[in-house]
């Protein structure tokens, strides 16, 4: 009922870009507010951007505001996260993330339902 699957992940060289995109399983995917987090090697997972359920309002941390754009598509079921100018910090796990019935938050706790995560490594 919740599944998400992140694809789009991989090795890239600093200065770089690449493009993740979330699918979800889910008849009503416009009911769900998304995120994106994502974990570093002995780290907490932290928030990384959000979108609400429309699209209208999108969030973003300090640290990728203007380099990272959240976007979605709702017939397709899918959130995409354009990553440009891509830094050797922004290594990690990328997981996306939904909140049914909400508005988006920054806040891991709130999300429902999570993807296995996918592997972006930035080499410098």
């Known amino acids: 009922q919740g599944q998400l699957e992140e694809s789009g992940g991989g090795l890239v060289q600093a200065g770089g870009s690449l493009r993740l995109s979330c699918t979800a399983s889910?008849?009503?995917?416009?009911?769900?507010?998304m995120g994106w987090f994502r974990q570093a090697p002995g780290k907490e997972r932290e928030f990384v951007a959000a979108?609400?359920?429309?699209?209208?309002?999108?969030y973003y941390s300090d640290s990728v505001k203007g380099r990272f754009t959240i976007s979605r598509d709702n017939a397709k079921n899918t959130v995409a996260l354009q990553m440009n100018s891509l830094k050797s910090e922004d290594t990690a796990v990328y997981y996306c993330?939904?909140?049914?019935?909400?508005?988006?938050?920054?806040?891991?706790?709130?999300?429902?339902?999570w993807g296995q995560g996918t592997q972006v490594t930035v080499s410098s």
């Open positions: 979108i609400s359920w429309s699209g209208r309002n999108t």
């Open positions: 889910r008849r009503k995917f416009s009911d769900y507010a």
């Open positions: 993330a939904s909140r049914v019935w909400s508005e988006a938050t920054r806040e891991k706790g709130d999300y429902d339902y």
